[in-house]
């Protein structure tokens, strides 16, 4: 099956610092989604990318599918991005999870 | 729009008692999705469905059960609960393949 692999597994930060998750997939998908799960299990969409770069505020998102890789990147993050990011990929029928990436952002 | 409504948030059941979990979108969501989380493991797929009245295995099928009678519907059965079976689960839906959402979780203790 798909091999959905994200690195670094843990990240801390200093508030304003910023940074790069990344997320590799060993096929082709027909999409990809980036989710944030807060300190209370909530998963919370942050984007919907199959391919091309998209940002929302201080987040952005790239993904090449040809090269089967996505980054999401956090500019100037804050306390309240702490929490555990995941990649999700879409093989048709399912979504398939990584393991993701806990980011702790220390004031 | 409540999006994606689990039923219920938490529940501890004894080893060998069943229970159903239910999922309720009113997105008008094709597919449904079944997860569950262990600590440091991510989500992994329990079962998923397509359409009204058909569902399909994923990842870690065994131990559970699903119905979609109705399309905004997706329920999720455990026969005989065991303590492997303690987890958060979680449901999704989504329009074929595009952005999925998922419910709040529902967090299951198996004693």
């Known amino acids: 099956g798909i091999q959905v692999e994200q690195s670094p597994p843990d990240l801390i930060l200093q508030e304003g610092a910023n940074s790069t998750l990344r997320c590799n997939f060993s096929d082709s998908v027909n999409n990809l989604q980036w989710f944030h799960q807060n300190p209370w299990g909530q998963l919370i969409n942050l984007f919907y990318?199959?391919?091309g770069t998209k940002q929302n505020g201080r987040l952005s998102a790239t993904t090449v599918a040809t090269e089967r890789y996505s980054l999401l990147y956090i500019s100037s993050s804050q306390t309240t991005d702490s929490g555990v990011y995941f990649c999700?990929?879409?093989?048709?029928?399912?979504?398939?999870f990584g393991a993701g990436t806990r980011l702790t952002v220390k004031p | 729009n409540a999006g994606v409504t689990q039923t219920p948030k938490f529940r501890v059941l004894k080893t060998g008692q069943s229970m159903t979990l239910l999922c309720a979108q009113d997105m008008n969501h094709e597919y449904m999705y079944w997860y569950r989380q262990d600590p440091g493991m991510g989500l992994r797929l329990i079962h998923y469905?397509?359409?009204?009245?058909?569902?399909a295995k994923g990842e870690v099928p065994d131990g559970y059960n699903v119905s979609r009678l109705k399309k905004q519907n997706f329920l999720l059965g455990l026969e005989s609960a065991a303590p492997s079976q303690t987890s958060v689960y979680f449901c999704?839906?989504?329009?074929?393949?595009?952005?999925?959402?998922f419910g709040q979780g529902t967090r299951l203790t198996v004693v």
């Open positions: 999700a990929v879409n093989l048709g029928h399912d979504m398939r």
């Open positions: 999704a839906s989504s329009y074929r393949t595009i952005e999925a959402f």
């Open positions: 990318i199959p391919s």
């Open positions: 469905s397509v359409g009204e009245g058909t569902t």
